[in-house]
């Protein structure tokens, strides 16, 4: 899944990355419910649409907002704003 904020998800730079991603045979879906200063309700949304596309990673697209809302460490614990949850669970 390819988290990024509104305003970026809205640019050709995005729709290239989107292509080459999915010409490289990788499924792919853009999550940009993100505002800027995110906030618990996005990565909500965010974990949910994680979930229910059954992804398995996050590619954090730009900087700022899709950072700052989803990330992962080394043990693959997701950690967001609202502290560490198990988006694998």
């Known amino acids: 899944?390819?988290?990024t904020d509104a305003g970026l998800a809205k640019?050709?730079?995005t729709a290239t990355a989107v292509?080459?991603?999915k010409e490289a045979g990788l499924?792919?879906?853009v999550f940009s419910d993100v505002q800027s200063n995110p906030?618990?309700?996005n990565v909500e949304a965010g974990i949910a649409a994680?979930?229910?596309g059954n992804h398995d990673g996050v590619i954090a697209f730009g900087g700022g907002s899709g950072q700052?809302?989803?990330y992962f460490d080394r043990e693959g614990t997701f950690?967001?704003?609202c502290g560490r949850c198990h988006a694998w669970a």
């Open 1 to 3: 899944m390819l988290v």
């Open 11 to 13: 640019l050709p730079i």
């Open 19 to 21: 292509g080459l991603l």
């Open 27 to 29: 499924p792919v879906a």
């Open 39 to 41: 906030v618990e309700s």
């Open 50 to 52: 994680f979930r229910k």
């Open 68 to 70: 700052e809302a989803f």
């Open 79 to 81: 950690i967001a704003q």
